[in-house]
């Protein structure tokens, strides 16, 4: 059993698709075992993509993801990490395998409506970030 973390990203809360997505992390087996709506300030938002803080779009990605809430989440179940980006899809929609969260909902490379970690380290350390350990039930 693993855990990992996601974000509904504000293109998406925007457009009410909490409800869609969270179907579709349901139906692939993962369990939502904490959730809350928070407003990142752009100070938060960079701290969290700070790996990308080098990349063209990072001011923008900053910007976008202090637009509006968000909803955050941890996930649980086998295989979590892998099988959510799976459930996610490429990045780019364009590139989203059918049926994904991203090929249905997204509407840009940028407002990819959903984020979620890539590895056990940064699985750890983005929920630690976000959820003190008592909410994680
Ligand atoms: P995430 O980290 O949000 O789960 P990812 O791992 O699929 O997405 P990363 O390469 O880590 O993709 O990029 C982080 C986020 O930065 C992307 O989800 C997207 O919102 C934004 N982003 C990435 N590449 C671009 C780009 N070329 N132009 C604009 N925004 C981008
Ligand atoms: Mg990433």
Redesign the pocket.
Known sequence: IQRTFS?I?PDATKRNLTGAINAKIEAAGLRIIAQKRIHMTPAQAGHF?A??KE???YG??CE?MASEPVVVQVLEGENAIAKY?EV?G??DPAEAAAGTIRKDFAV?????S?????APETAAEEIAYFFAGLELV
């Open positions: 974000i990203k993509y790996v990308h990349r063209p779009f923008e990605l976008f980006r996610m490429a990045t840009s490379k940028g407002e990819n959903v984020h979620g970690s890539d």
